[in-house]
Structures are given as C-alpha cells and as structure tokens.
C-alpha cells in the first residue's frame, strides 16, 4: 500500500512558508531589533496611604515636586521624558524618567523635619516576565536621623501579569501594573513599611523610535548675522512656561469639579505646567517686553470656565509681571496683570535670556480673575521664560509627555479581573516607519502565499483538511 500523500502535502507547504519567511525575515528581524525609547511618561502615586499619613494630622506635613514632575488624577504623581530601549523582538525594555518627590513631616521645634525622604527618576526595567521599578533615594533614617542617598535602587517589583512584552510598535503602554515593595525598598523607605507591602500600580506610555541611518555630513555656508541679532534688543524666538497653580490643576480634574484643561493657539502641555511659546518683543539693558501664544482653558463642574491667552511679561528694575487675557464667568479683562516675580540682574547669556523658576505671587486684578478663590498674595507655581535673541540660541526643552497614549478596555468590577487586565504591551499603530509588524505584514502575507499553494495542491489531491481552531488564553 503507498504511502499516504498528506505528509508530503504538509511538508511542500512548509518548505514555502520558511523560504518565504527566510526571504523577508531580514527585514522583521531589523525593525523588532533594540529601538529607542524617546518621550513618555509614568504615573505612580508611590502609595495613597503614606501621602494620607505626611498629610494628615499625625506627620501635619507636605510634599513638593522636583524636576518638573506633576500631578496627575487623584494621587497620582507624573514623571516626564523617558529615555531608553525596547527590544521588541526579546520584549527587554528600559525607561528612565525624569522628576522626584520631596516628602517632609514630622517637624521638630528646631524646624528640621523628622520624616524627610525623596524619591526621583523612577525607572523601569523589563526582562522576559519580570519587571522592577528602580528610583534615586534622598532619606533620613528613623532612629539615627542619619541622611543617606542612594541612586537607583531596586525599590518595587513589577507583576505583569502574564503579558507578552514582544511587539514591535512604536509605542509602549502598561497600565496599572501591580508594584511591591522589594527588602532593598523598605530599608530606603526609613522603614515604615516592610518588604511585600503593596505599592501604589504603576502606569507608563513611552514613545519607540525606530533606528534611522546617521545622515552624511554636508558643509553649510557660513550665515552673516542679521542686524537684529547683532543689536541684542529683538527676541528672535522665546518661551514662558507657567502652570498656574499646583492645586488648582488638582481641583480642576478632581472629585469635585470633575473637570479638564484645554490648551489652543500653540500652548503645550509640560505636565506640571503649560508653555506658552512664540516669544516676540525686546530686551535692553536688562529690561524685557515679550509677547507669546498659546491659550489654556480650564472648565468643569459648579460654574467653572476660566481661558488665560494672550500672555505677556515684562521685566522693569529687577521686577517681573506676568500678564493675560482673561475671561472668567462675568469677569472679562485684557491685560490683566496676573503675578508678580522677581528677575533681578537679568542679563543675556550665550544669546539667551532666561528667568527660572521664580517664586511668583497673585495680585488684586488677579485674585479678582480667579473669582475669590485665592487672595491677593497667594503663592502661585513659578515663573519660567526665555527669550532667544540670535537665531542659533536653543531653548530649554519642555518635558516630554509623548504621544497620547491609546485607551486601553478598562476592567469592570468583576473579581475575574486581575489588577493587570487593562495592560497592552504596545501600542495598535505600529507601522508609522512604514515597516509592518511581523505577526501582520510578514507572517499574513507568507501564509497567504501558502494558503494559496495549498488549495491548489487539495484540489489536486482531493484530500479533505481538518481546520484546527487555537484556543485563546484566559487568565
């Protein structure tokens, strides 16, 4: 009796399918080859409880921001501009943020503070089916009171729930992922929590750029200055970052007015403030005038609906105001002159002009502005500007949010539902290279080149073929 035709049906197929897939294969395996991670950001509230207890009547203590972090949510700290890679082909993944948080409790009758520890530049590391979240650690030892600062410790470990990090889009996404405290965090933590504890999740999105060909050098003919930027007194180009006020923003988006923030006209969104960009005006002498767009509109619940534009500052005798069009409710004013700051010895460096970070408090019209939600002299975020007045002075960058990330399902109530359910490993859109993932453009177009031959040679055969459905994987 011959032998039967079907084994040597399935093995012609094969061999297409692999020469198929051997000939495209340098291309897959090129774009899922390490890639950067450029833009991004992370959302951890570290834990709700320990900001309740630094709070709350116990420590009566606060916190600050450091290094342009925000807020985000309820609770919630944002960390900004991640660098680092994605291997998509191995699902190995690093990103490193910027941002800390500065903690203070406890205060003694000399002012020093008993319960005083940072947490900075967060950063995650993946590998195969394990995560840990690594931060720089400012502390002050419970008993001995003893500062110590280590840089990155391994301070959580990061479930992922069994998702499969291998992809190759050009954005990563995981959201709420379940964090716990390693024995090397609770000795940076002074302490007040032992190793196991359950930690705030951790929630990122990350742009991945793909690999691009350095460009060859070409000469350029050198530029003769213009009389504008040899002068000194024009602004080329300039920037005023300001985020309002910390608090604000939080009972904007809180439970109680349950609102948004629109940003038009330009404006960018830096996290913990807004830039208003496209800085024009003059500076001598020490004296500044500029002018810049951008637009942010704040609206939600209980008659909430405030829109700064038009943004203004001017520096006269070491003293700075910051100015907007503003319409609020029955309130309606141009020019309206919002905070104060100081700017003293302002002066221009390497072509740029720049004021950073200074402290900035309300005045009268802009107590009014706010409807009596603040008083005039209330202490508002800082003042940050720059004004470039030769065409190659580079501003300060803005923190990178990166791209928006995509929605993900959000899990129902159902106890079925692991803490992980709402993580997607990257991003739908993985083809703005114009490369194809493999699973979609590679593998589908081989095995339709396949399924062709296929059918071809059953008809030959007239062999019948059992379809085998693949059973999804349910947690």
């Given at each position: 009796?011959?032998?039967?035709?079907?084994?040597?049906?399935?093995?012609?197929?094969?061999?297409?399918?692999?020469?198929?897939?051997?000939?495209?294969?340098?291309?897959?395996?090129?774009?899922?080859?390490?890639?950067?991670?450029?833009?991004?950001?992370?959302?951890?509230?570290?834990?709700?409880?320990?900001?309740?207890?630094?709070?709350?009547?116990?420590?009566?203590?606060?916190?600050?921001?450091?290094?342009?972090a925000a807020t985000v949510g309820?609770?919630?700290?944002?960390?900004?501009?991640?660098?680092?890679?994605?291997?998509?082909?191995?699902?190995?993944?690093?990103?490193?943020?910027?941002?800390?948080?500065?903690?203070?409790?406890?205060?003694?009758?000399?002012?020093?503070?008993?319960?005083?520890?940072?947490?900075?530049?967060?950063?995650?590391?993946?590998?195969?089916?394990?995560?840990?979240?690594?931060?720089?650690?400012?502390?002050?030892?419970?008993?001995?009171?003893?500062?110590?600062?280590?840089?990155?410790?391994?301070?959580?470990?990061?479930?992922?729930?069994?998702?499969?990090?291998?992809?190759?889009?050009?954005?990563?996404?995981?959201?709420?992922?379940?964090?716990?405290?390693?024995?090397?965090?609770?000795?940076?933590?002074?302490?007040?929590?032992?190793?196991?504890?359950?930690?705030?999740?951790?929630?990122?999105?990350?742009?991945?750029?793909?690999?691009?060909?350095?460009?060859?050098?070409?000469?350029?003919?050198?530029?003769?200055?213009?009389?504008?930027?040899?002068?000194?007194?024009?602004?080329?180009?300039?920037?005023?970052?300001?985020?309002?006020?910390?608090?604000?923003?939080?009972?904007?988006?809180?439970?109680?007015?349950?609102?948004?923030?629109?940003?038009?006209?330009?404006?960018?969104?830096?996290?913990?403030?807004?830039?208003?960009?496209?800085?024009?005006?003059?500076?001598?002498?020490?004296?500044l005038r500029a002018s810049f767009?951008?637009?942010?509109?704040?609206?939600?619940?209980?008659?909430?609906?405030?829109?700064?534009?038009?943004?203004?500052?001017?520096?006269?005798?070491?003293?700075?105001?910051?100015?907007?069009?503003?319409?609020?409710?029955?309130?309606?004013?141009?020019?309206?002159?919002?905070?104060?700051?100081?700017?003293?010895?302002?002066?221009?460096?390497?072509?740029?002009?720049?004021?950073?970070?200074?402290?900035?408090?309300?005045?009268?019209?802009?107590?009014?502005?706010?409807?009596?939600?603040?008083?005039?002299?209330?202490?508002?975020?800082?003042?940050?500007?720059?004004?470039?007045?030769?065409?190659?002075?580079?501003?300060?960058?803005?923190?990178?949010?990166?791209?928006?990330?995509?929605?993900?399902?959000?899990?129902?109530?159902?106890?079925?539902?692991?803490?992980?359910?709402?993580?997607?490993?990257?991003?739908?859109?993985?083809?703005?290279?114009?490369?194809?993932?493999?699973?979609?453009?590679?593998?589908?177009?081989?095995?339709?080149?396949?399924?062709?031959?296929?059918?071809?040679l059953r008809r030959r055969r007239?062999?019948?073929?059992?379809?085998?459905?693949?059973?999804?994987?349910?947690?």
């Amino acid at each position: 009796m011959s032998p039967p035709l079907r084994p040597r049906l399935y093995g012609g197929v094969a061999a297409l399918c692999l020469a198929v897939l051997g000939a495209l294969l340098p291309a897959a395996t090129a774009h899922a080859a390490s890639r950067t991670v450029q833009g991004g950001r992370l959302d951890w509230g570290i834990k709700a409880s320990f900001q309740s207890y630094v709070t709350g009547p116990i420590a009566k203590g606060s916190y600050s921001l450091t290094g342009g972090a925000a807020t985000v949510g309820s609770g919630a700290f944002r960390f900004h501009s991640a660098t680092g890679s994605y291997d998509g082909g191995t699902g190995a993944f690093t990103a490193a943020f910027s941002g800390g948080v500065h903690f203070l409790g406890h205060r003694t009758d000399t002012g020093a503070y008993q319960l005083d520890l940072t947490l900075s530049r967060p950063t995650v590391r993946i590998t195969g089916s394990s995560g840990t979240l690594y931060v720089d650690v400012t502390g002050k030892a419970k008993d001995t009171r003893t500062v110590t600062t280590s840089s990155q410790v391994p301070f959580a470990s990061l479930s992922l729930g069994g998702i499969d990090m291998k992809g190759g889009g050009n954005a990563v996404v995981l959201n709420n992922l379940p964090a716990t405290l390693t024995s090397q965090g609770a000795k940076s933590f002074a302490g007040y929590y032992t190793a196991g504890t359950a930690l705030d999740p951790v929630s990122l999105s990350v742009d991945v750029q793909t690999a691009k060909a350095t460009p060859t050098p070409t000469a350029t003919a050198s530029k003769s200055p213009s009389k504008k930027e040899t002068s000194g007194d024009g602004i080329e180009d300039g920037a005023l970052d300001w985020g309002v006020r910390r608090t604000f923003r939080e009972y904007v988006v809180g439970d109680i007015a349950k609102g948004e923030w629109t940003l038009t006209s330009g404006a960018q969104d830096g996290g913990a403030l807004f830039r208003f960009p496209g800085g024009d005006g003059t500076f001598k002498n020490g004296d500044l005038r500029a002018s810049f767009s951008g637009a942010v509109r704040f609206t939600g619940a209980h008659g909430l609906d405030l829109k700064l534009s038009a943004v203004r500052a001017t520096v006269e005798d070491g003293e700075g105001t910051l100015y907007a069009d503003v319409v609020s409710g029955d309130f309606t004013g141009g020019r309206v002159p919002l905070v104060t700051f100081t700017a003293k010895d302002l002066k221009a460096k390497s072509g740029l002009v720049q004021v950073t970070e200074a402290p900035a408090k309300l005045t009268a019209q802009g107590a009014e502005a706010f409807a009596g939600m603040y008083q005039a002299g209330t202490e508002m975020d800082p003042v940050s500007l720059a004004v470039a007045l030769t065409d190659d002075a580079e501003l300060p960058a803005l923190p990178d949010l990166g791209s928006a990330p995509t929605a993900s399902a959000t899990p129902d109530d159902s106890d079925s539902v692991s803490p992980a359910a709402s993580t997607e490993p990257v991003a739908a859109d993985s083809t703005s290279d114009g490369v194809p993932v493999l699973p979609i453009g590679l593998a589908a177009g081989a095995l339709l080149l396949a399924a062709a031959v296929f059918a071809v040679l059953r008809r030959r055969r007239a062999q019948p073929a059992e379809a085998a459905a693949t059973p999804s994987e349910e947690d």
